[in-house]
């Protein structure tokens, strides 16, 4: 499947009221900022949502992001898949952040840290947790092999299982006004 399309944060910006803004990210990463205008559909809510994405697409055309480019790319390729035509921002809210340009942030909502840097810590303590009680219980060290394999074939297949559990933790939510997937899809049909 051919690479999707991608948009720098100055050509986005120049264009950005020519898009539907999708943020792919977590609710509760979209939550602790996103690009102004962005609707949040996550990544693993994008294959309930894509006749509302296909309406919208119809009226004008769409913008993926996510924190880093990754799983909007990947989003993106899920559009092409049903016919949805979509770019996707080259290095996410982090380059649009990176490049001066600010980032909506719903009342009261708080930070969260990108879903990398979750998948980065959780892995490692279980590693490292491994590796510590492998010392006393020997099995153990299994959790830290089976760890290793996960990171492989989330490397190998460009997904990521644990990313997936996480986004599904009470601090990864957003607040029920942000978080109303509903609400996002009848405004995608509007």
């Not at 962005?38 to 994008?46: C, G, M, T, V």
Request: glycine residues 10%; proline residues 7%.
């Amino acid at each position: 499947m051919p690479t999707p399309a991608s948009l720098s944060p100055a050509q986005a910006a120049a264009r950005l009221e020519e898009f539907t803004v999708i943020d792919v990210r977590a609710p509760g990463e979209y939550a602790s900022g996103h690009v102004p205008g962005a609707l949040n559909i996550p990544l693993d809510k994008l294959p309930d949502a894509l006749p509302a994405l296909k309406s919208a697409s119809a009226r004008g055309s769409l913008l993926v992001v996510c924190a880093s480019g990754v799983r909007s790319t990947r989003a993106c390729e899920i559009l092409a898949g049903a016919d949805i035509e979509a770019v996707t921002l080259t290095g996410g809210t982090s380059a649009w952040e990176g490049d001066g340009r600010g980032l909506d942030q719903p009342e009261g909502a708080r930070s969260v840290w990108p879903m990398e840097r979750q998948v980065r810590l959780a892995a490692g303590s279980l590693v490292v947790a491994g590796l510590a009680v492998g010392v006393r219980f020997p099995a153990a060290r299994w959790l830290s092999a089976g760890v290793g394999a996960g990171l492989v074939y989330a490397a190998v297949s460009d997904t990521c299982g644990m990313a997936a559990v996480l986004s599904k933790l009470p601090h990864n939510r957003a607040p029920r006004a942000v978080g109303d997937l509903d609400a996002t899809l009848a405004e995608l049909q509007r």
